[in-house]
Every structure is written in C-alpha cells, then in structure tokens.
C-alpha cells in the first residue's frame, strides 16, 4: 500500500508505547524536529504519564494498543511509526503496520529489521521498511568500533556500558540476555569487528551516574595509532551531532603485546596485537527523562535522526514525483 504524502508539510509519526522513552521521543519530536510530527501516542495503560502528557500537548491518542492506532481517524496520514514496546509485541505491530504502508523504527530487540547506527549505516538501509535501532550500549559504542575498523582490521571488540540502575526500566532488565546477544552481533554486522562480545552493568550508586562505555579493539600489531586516534575523534564528532551529551572521556589508549606476551581473547585464542581502548559518557538531554538517563537519551536521539532522514527522502521523493 503506498500513501499519499505533501512534499511541503512534515510527515505524521505514531510512536507506540507510552512509557519512558515513548514519552521521550515525543517530546523530540513535538520540540525540535525538522520533518517530523506527532500523529499518534499509542499505549495500553489508560492512566500512564505519556498518554495524559500527549493528551494535554493536543497529540491524539489511544489506550486499545496497536488496533486503536489503525481506529484512530488521521491513521491514514500517519507514514512512520516508532515502536517502544517490546520484541514480542513488535513481531504483530510490524506485521499490521506493513499491510499499512508504515515505515517501522524498531527500538525493541526484535531485530525484523536491519540494524542501523545513524552515523554509520542508515543510508544502506534508508529504503528498508523496518529498521532496528539495537541497543543504548550499541548506539553508543558501535560507532567507535567502526571508527577503528575503518582504519585497521579489529579481530575482536569487547564493550561495557555501565547505566544507572534508576535509568533501567521493566524493560530494560527483562531484555538483559537479549541486550547481550543484539549488540554483540551488531558489534560485527555493522561495526566491522570479526568477532564481538558486549556486557552491561546497571550500577545502583546514589545520586545515579551518568551512562559510561568502554570499548575495547584489538587490531594488528602495526597498526597506524595515528589513523584511529583521529579516526575516533571524527566519529564521536559525528554521534555528538545528534546526540550532544556523547563524548570522550580521555585520548584513546594504545598497548601493544607480542607473541611472547600475547593476549587470550574470547572465542578466538592467543593472538599478538595492539590492544585499542576508548572511554565513553552519554549525558541525556533531560527533555523527559533525567540527564544520568543518556543510555535512553542515546536510543531516542538515535531513532530521531533515522526518522528525521527517512522523512526528508520521503519529501523529495514526493516532491519529484
């Protein structure tokens, strides 16, 4: 089903899951998008803050799920949709969407779609129906292995986010496993390393700290230090473009270690190498959700900027054609 669209207005966007980052994204959305606005808030609790917040900013809403957004009367306009839910409840979102015509941005583990890391990947996957924004850590340390991969082969790349414990929903903690397992095969499929490991650590410290990352490549022993040094300052530029709390913490460091001192890497063995390690923090923008919450500021600035892109080709096409 193909719909109609105005090259001279914004695109309608329905944003399914009324909770923490549904809200977030709203937010965004209402305030400072280009291309982009609220068409529908779609959740199942009648009595939930992002439902009522919607109500009140004159966004329509609904409490009947994904039904009542395929009820709601301007269903038709609507050309995009977020879903904030969860991977089994997104499996039957995208499958009703896609009848639709929707372009579906998937900030569940579901992984339907390709995933994609804005400033990496979105324009392979600009035409794709459903695209899957990973995970916080991913969107946060995918970039970095890349940075390095693009300049010197990564065998192996290890990450670590560290996130507020208060910062970590229902949702977040009954995806641990799959957390783990999304942004380890994203640590390959798009950040270019042969083999990929991630953890995640909610730390429960008062007052609440704010989201760290740690990434760790190992690459060839000749490896240029220069062309990742720079090649990391660009890119962590580039994901500060869109999120601006994402910085580095400190000049990336280099070890090396020879045959004779050689590191034993998971799943693959011994191997000589130049160790690279990059030191990450995510502070929020503190439009919903509070400033120590960069691990949910990163996946909605994330999936803005996927949004605000798939809009605006949108338009063009809609203008050419």
Known sequence: MTRSIDSTSKIP???IGSGNIGTDLMIKVLRYSKHLTMGAMVGIDAASDGLAR???LGVPVTADGIDGLLALPNFSDIRIAFDATSA???AKHNALLQQHGVRVIDLTPAAIGPYVVPVVNLDQHIEATNINMVTCGGQATIPMVFAVS???PVVYAEIVASIASKSAGPGTRANIDEFTETTSRAIVDVGGAQFGKAIIVLNPAEPPLMMR???Y???DLDADQDAIRASVRAMADSVAAYVPGYRLKQEVQFERFDADHALNLPGIGRRAGTKVSIFLEVEGAAHYLPAYAGNLDIMTSAAIAAA???ASTLMLAAHHG
Do not use: L, N
């Open 13 to 15: 966007v329905a944003i």
């Open 54 to 56: 919607a109500a009140r």
């Open 88 to 90: 089994g409840a997104h």
């Open 150 to 152: 693009r300049v010197a």
């Open 213 to 215: 990352d740690t990434v």
């Open 217 to 219: 490549c190992m690459t």
């Open 308 to 310: 605000e892109r798939i």
